[in-house]
């Protein structure tokens, strides 16, 4: 496979398809992986692909201008599907390098959790697809892996005992935004916990502005987030993000009938209006 | 003073520090390494990789109230403090303390940080199983050392342990405690120490980045190096001798709490102006004030070489990669302002 991702990098830079490429390089002491970004055909060979290239590019689309190749996996290109939808990327400025995709794994060699139920391990959306030649599905599904079956622990539980879950996670927070600067679709370009004048949430760490903080970010990824998980992977105090944002995603799905980040033609829920709405406030 | 203590002896140091002071050590919360308040000493872990948080959280906290106004009353911060120790400092963090101590004790003093400082005791535990991020020793400090500590405790393996004071304070505790060091445990002690510092294989030469950084302010290699970073606040919060703060009101409480370089709105001006607004340039800050500004002020780095940045960062950079590759003759226009 990495072959035939370089050699398509290759080929893309050397036909000025493309100025540069964003993918994935052996970290330093080549434990593990880094995002790299090349520009010239002699720099592809730094290009590698494993099961530790867990980063999701598509956060870089935004800052780097002109023609951009990017190495992709299927819930990447989520991402950058959402993106298109939110007219955020021009998909003539972009090429994908899509990678069929077995599984990722967490430092410790534990497979991504989001990998369980992963439906788009060959990528929905591409310009050149690469091929893995093993026969696909190396992890067997379990019984509990079912798309929500991570919230069945919290919703068994009553409304006190999950205010009292989150409250603890929440606590923990030290307010370092890495959940928000690694997600592609958090692209304000100003945060509303930036704001300063009204203040909508108080700045420091404190239980009280954590909460605000947190519950914040998951409305406004509500129809939007795409499950690349990448915010839980990041946050330096295991708060288990992946969870508040699965739970929105499963209510948008029932109530809409709508999974972001898979039709690039589709609206996104918040955005849309129908007379049918079921919401009778709505209507 | 060198004492040297078995382990249940040094466990009942413990003990009895829990019943004097407010004991601070690190433990297992779950399943992140914290320093806590503990009133157990089944709590305490023992071998530990350093925690995730560096020390400096009990004297620069990440929030703090400097004083209250409520209902047309200003009421000052409690300043006064129940003495405390805090049990198992590594030496990397140690030292941290008393660069800070540049910045808060050295010309101006600020009270919030002194009154903490006054009455807080170190006790180290120095380190045998040095992780792969490590690199003290590149920073005048090492595995063993006891710079900043008030006690060391060496742990010389098969459960004894070789406590060596440094402060009054110190020796104060290890006094009438365990036996005499004779020249065999020294040796011992000497042996592991050498052990543990040949097992640190990051080795950085900071000697040379002072001219690098000053020859290299404008270079366009900056561009390159801040590409992947994703300016999250995780290696300035989590560094131990970062010490930026915000101020903020938050509901009758003027409050200091975490702030870094590395966010937006951190030189974001009441004007609007923004003079560090781009990526580059806030990436670059933390390099400048650490291996630069800082070294020009105050003659030393603001690094100690504990490696919290590198095993934290979510995308993997490595500052002393950055550093090392930042071109020894960049051709750079002279700096201006
Ligand atoms: S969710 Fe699917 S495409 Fe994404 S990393 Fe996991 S297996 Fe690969
Ligand atoms: S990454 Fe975690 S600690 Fe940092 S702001 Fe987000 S939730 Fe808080
Ligand atoms: S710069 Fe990195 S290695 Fe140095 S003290 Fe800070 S966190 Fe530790
Ligand atoms: S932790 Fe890494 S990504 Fe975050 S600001 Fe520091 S260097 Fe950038």
Redesign the pocket.
């Known amino acids: 496979m990495l072959e035939q991702l370089r050699k398509k990098a290759k080929e893309l830079l050397k036909n000025k398809e493309v100025e540069v490429i964003i993918g994935y390089q052996k970290s330093n002491n080549n434990s593990f992986t880094t995002p790299c970004f090349i520009e010239s055909e002699d720099g592809v060979d730094r290009l590698t692909w494993d099961e530790h290239c867990v980063y999701n590019l598509s956060l870089y689309l935004k800052e780097v201008k002109g023609k951009v190749g990017i190495v992709a996996k299927g819930c990447d290109v989520k991402s950058i599907v959402a993106l298109m939808q939110e007219n955020q990327i021009d998909r003539d400025r972009i090429k994908i390098i899509a990678l069929e995709c077995q599984a990722q794994v967490d430092q410790e060699g534990q497979i991504l959790e989001k990998c369980r139920t992963c439906q788009v391990h060959i990528p929905g959306m591409y310009d050149e697809l690469v091929r893995s030649k093993t026969s696909p599905s190396k992890i067997e599904s379990k019984e509990s892996d079912k798309e929500y079956s991570v919230l069945e622990e919290l919703e068994a539980k009553s409304t006190p005992e999950r205010w009292q879950f989150w409250q603890r996670q929440?606590e923990?927070?030290?307010?370092?935004?890495?959940?928000?600067q690694?997600c592609p679709l958090c692209y304000c370009s100003e945060c509303i916990s930036e704001k300063t004048a009204p203040q909508w949430i108080l700045p420091s760490?404190s239980l009280k502005g954590?909460t605000t903080?947190?519950i914040v970010?998951a409305f406004h990824l509500a129809g939007r987030c795409i499950d690349c998980g990448e915010?839980e992977r990041?946050?330096?105090?295991n708060?288990p993000?992946r969870r508040l944002n699965k739970k929105m995603e499963k209510e948008i799905q029932t109530m809409f009938n709508y999974v972001p980040g898979l039709d690039s033609k589709k609206k996104p829920p918040l955005v849309d209006f129908r007379v049918d709405d079921p919401q009778e406030f709505i209507r | 003073m060198k004492r040297l203590l078995k382990k249940e002896e040094l466990n009942r140091l413990l003990l009895g520090l829990m019943k004097e002071y407010d004991v601070i050590a690190p433990i297992d919360e779950e399943g992140l390494i914290l320093f806590r308040p503990v009133t157990k000493v089944e709590q305490v872990l023992w071998d530990y990789p350093n925690s995730l948080k560096p020390v400096k959280e009990f004297f620069l906290p990440p929030r703090e109230v400097l004083f209250q106004f409520k209902r047309g009353k200003v009421q000052p911060a409690n300043l006064s403090l129940k003495k405390r120790v805090i049990w198992g400092v590594r030496p990397c963090d140690a030292r941290s303390l008393l660069l800070l101590d540049k910045v808060f004790l050295d010309s101006t003093q600020d009270v919030y940080y002194r009154e903490k400082r006054k009455s807080t005791l170190l006790v180290g535990l120095s380190c045998n199983h040095p992780e792969k991020s490590c690199f003290c020793t590149s920073f005048a400090s090492g595995p063993h050392h006891k710079e900043g500590m008030d006690l060391l405790i060496a742990d010389l393996e098969e459960g004894i342990f070789l406590l060596e004071s440094n402060s009054p304070e110190g020796e104060q505790l290890l006094k009438g405690r365990g036996k005499e060091v004779n020249k065999i445990d020294e040796k011992i002690r000497t042996k592991i120490k050498e052990k543990t510092e040949r097992k640190i294989e990051r080795k950085l030469k900071p000697s040379q980045f002072l001219e690098r950084l000053t020859n290299g302010f404008d270079s366009s290699y900056w561009e390159k190096a801040s590409r992947q970073c994703i300016s999250?606040?995780?290696c300035r919060y989590l560094c131990p001798t970062c010490h930026c703060f915000d101020i903020a009101d938050e509901e009758g409480e003027r409050v200091r709490f975490w702030d870094g370089c590395s966010f937006r709105n951190f030189t974001k001006m009441t004007s609007g102006e923004n003079p560090r607004f781009g990526k580059r340039e806030r990436f670059k800050q933390w390099y400048y004030h650490k291996f630069g500004y800082f070294k020009e002020n105050h003659g030393v780095f603001l690094c100690v070489g504990c490696g919290r940045c590198l095993r934290n960062c979510p995308v993997k950079i490595d500052f002393s990669e950055v550093l090392q590759q930042l071109p020894a003759q960049a051709q750079t226009p002279a700096r201006e302002g």
């Open positions: 929440f923990k927070c030290i307010r370092c935004y890495a959940c928000r690694v760490p954590n903080w947190n970010r915010c990041v946050c330096p105090v708060i993000l | 999250c606040g995780i």
